[in-house]
């Protein structure tokens, strides 16, 4: 069994910066691609980013790229996300998933467990 906490989340304005952290237990979580994912009131849950199992490979939603950064340690069984220049559209809960593969995917089907979220508002 795998759990994963989240903490990381508040209330921030927009333009300011955000790290969330997803740590694990239970099982290392090296051998395994990480995700972010999030969603907003009234919305579907939406890719975020993922992380492949070496952090050599990143992949990011359109609508984070070059502002949001995914990172792992493996030694610590923790992944990041380093987000900046946040924006009011990115209000959501906040979740961390561990990979069913080495791979990152970007379909939450290849994700077998999840964080509880954490809830991340950014005001105008």
């Known amino acids: 069994q795998v759990q994963l906490l989240e903490p990381g989340g508040g209330l921030v304005q927009a333009g300011g910066s955000l790290r969330l952290s997803c740590a694990a237990s239970?099982?290392?979580?090296?051998?395994?691609?990480m995700g972010w994912f999030r969603q907003s009131p009234g919305k579907e849950r939406e890719f975020v980013a993922t992380?492949?199992?070496?952090?050599?490979?990143?992949r990011y939603a359109d609508s984070v790229k070059g502002r949001f950064t995914i990172a792992r340690d493996n030694a610590k069984n923790t992944v990041y996300l380093q987000m900046n220049s946040l924006k009011p559209e990115d209000t959501a809960v906040y979740y961390c998933?561990?990979?069913?593969?080495?791979?990152?995917?970007?379909?939450?089907?290849?994700?077998?467990?999840w964080g509880q979220g954490t809830q991340v508002t950014v005001s105008s």
């Open positions: 239970g099982r290392t979580l090296s051998v395994y691609a």
């Open positions: 998933a561990k990979g069913i593969y080495p791979t990152n995917y970007v379909d939450e089907s290849r994700y077998d467990y």
């Open positions: 992380i492949n199992w070496s952090g050599g490979s990143t």
